[in-house]
């Protein structure tokens, strides 16, 4: 399916994700990440009259997308970093599955005026949550220039990451940064012709992950996700890049962000998590239709049983 002018978002490898998912038809699962509702409304295509669908989005516009099919979906608009927090509020326990797409929407990418993208001029804002005080115009003109410089390299993984805090902490003595044209015009010289498009959406790739504490959000959800997962239960994610990739391999593998692999008396590998199988990519023909979900990887994961927490 083709990318339309004005679609919220595409939802990528849609088939491939409900099949990782194994909807049960009587199941509870949760969309953390709800956008413009591709996912939620398939996996509600494959629930019957008592599923129940838990779909999260801190963005006021993704309410809007809610499909009329109560009380088979429960729309939460908050981060999803309080996933176990809001399940507990709704009286769940445990569910069969956690889907993510850690893709932004291209619903964020059209509209100028949330900064997002460096293809249209618009307001320095880059925030999820519109009620949210900190937006990138604060990042970029209120942080010391080694702070900035931390934020290009550990969030956009940026070479030039001392540089380019550098001259954006001399354009903002003559004049405030505010809008996207003012903070190109300032960084492009530093990027170079051959690599601007890539780099610069790696610094606009790094500003959003700190404006919206994506990382931290995701370690505290990823955390959770055993919590919540009865043994059987599915995590699905979609992710686009190294540093959230990172993560969630660790977690399906070990059952922590960090990676660290807890072992029995006998040296078996304790995880309440078991990977399944290799990353999926996106097709060939999906990645023509779709362009941004070609970096797009489909990772999947079992709960396993507590008394069987051995992936060795």
Not at 177 to 204: C, I, N, W, Y
Not at 261 to 270: E, P, Q, S
Request: charged residues 25%.
């Amino acid at each position: 399916m083709k990318t339309e002018a004005g679609c919220y978002h595409v939802p990528v490898m849609l088939r491939q994700t409900l099949e990782a998912l194994n909807v049960k038809p009587d199941g509870i699962y949760v969309d953390v990440t709800f956008g413009g509702g591709g996912h939620s409304r398939a996996i509600l295509e494959c629930l019957g009259p008592q599923g129940r669908l838990f779909a999260f989005d801190q963005d006021a516009d993704a309410a809007a997308n809610v499909p009329q099919d109560e009380p088979r979906i429960t729309f939460v608009m908050s981060n999803f970093r309080y996933l176990k927090q809001w399940l507990r509020y709704y009286d769940v326990d445990r569910v069969d599955g956690v889907l993510a797409d850690l893709g932004v929407s291209s619903h964020h990418f059209d509209e100028a005026e949330r900064g997002f993208s460096f293809r249209e001029d618009g307001p320095l804002d880059m925030r999820m949550n519109r009620k949210a005080r900190l937006t990138a115009a604060d990042v970029v003109n209120q942080y010391e220039a080694e702070q900035l410089a931390n934020v290009f390299y550990y969030y956009g993984e940026l070479r030039q990451a001392r540089s380019l805090a550098a001259v954006v902490a001399k354009r903002r003595e003559q004049q405030p940064l505010t809008t996207v044209g003012e903070l190109m015009e300032t960084v492009s010289p530093v990027l170079g012709h051959q690599r601007e498009k890539k780099d610069l959406a790696k610094v606009f790739q790094a500003l959003r992950i700190e404006v919206n504490q994506e990382m931290t959000a995701l370690r505290d959800m990823l955390e959770s996700v055993p919590q919540v997962l009865c043994p059987g239960g599915r995590l699905v994610v979609l992710t686009y890049h190294s540093l959230e990739d990172r993560l969630v391999k660790n977690v399906m593998r070990a059952g922590n962000t960090e990676g660290h692999v807890k072992t029995d008396f006998y040296g078996n590998r304790l995880s309440p998590l078991k990977a399944l199988g290799k990353p999926l990519q996106p097709s060939a023909q999906e990645q023509g239709d779709n362009p941004r979900s070609r970096s797009a990887k489909l990772r999947v994961a079992e709960r396993v049983s507590d008394s069987g927490a051995k992936n060795g």
